[in-house]
């Protein structure tokens, strides 16, 4: 019985390599590709296709529901569960009722960001096949590393490391899928 691979990955020197060969293989048609970088690259991203537009919305729809429970439930506690007849003034009186309802949309829209990016990111994920990978930590260190996993409908071990190996990585290695 052979065991299955997630992918074979090379390593590289710099970040222009990487990016280089991002583009080389979106271009020979892989497309089931990862990256790892020891520091954001912007570049990279694009070539990746990697959009994190939908953070942003997450924030403002948490916010804008959060600020509306704490307006709503001001509104009915002072104006209409038990109402205050205090001096004359309204029952409800709205500019009382912002600062609070401001503080709990910053509240709610932070934490739907944290909440959404570790769903988005799929994290925490204590364990990886690229940990796997000799040499793999340094990765956070000064190396870059680009993965083609199997699952990639053009997937061939032979050909994915004879088309990495063309592009002058430091290695080429195939990465063992978890058991």
Known sequence: MTQQSYGIMAEFKNPEALIEAVR???RTGYTKLDAFSPFPLPDLARELG???SVIPWIAFVAGLIGAAIQYGS???MNAVDYPL????????SWPAFIPASL????LWAGAATLIGLLLILRLPRLHHPVFAVPEFERASEDRFFLCIM????MFDSVT???FLGALSPLAVQ???ACG
């Open 24 to 26: 080389m293989a979106k």
């Open 50 to 52: 990697v959009r994190t």
């Open 74 to 76: 001001q509104y009915w």
């Open 85 to 92: 007849n205090v001096g004359g003034r309204p029952l409800d």
């Open 103 to 106: 503080i709990v949309a910053i």
């Open 150 to 153: 199997q699952n990639d409908p």
């Open 160 to 162: 994915v490391r004879e």
């Open 174 to 176: 195939e990465v063992p």
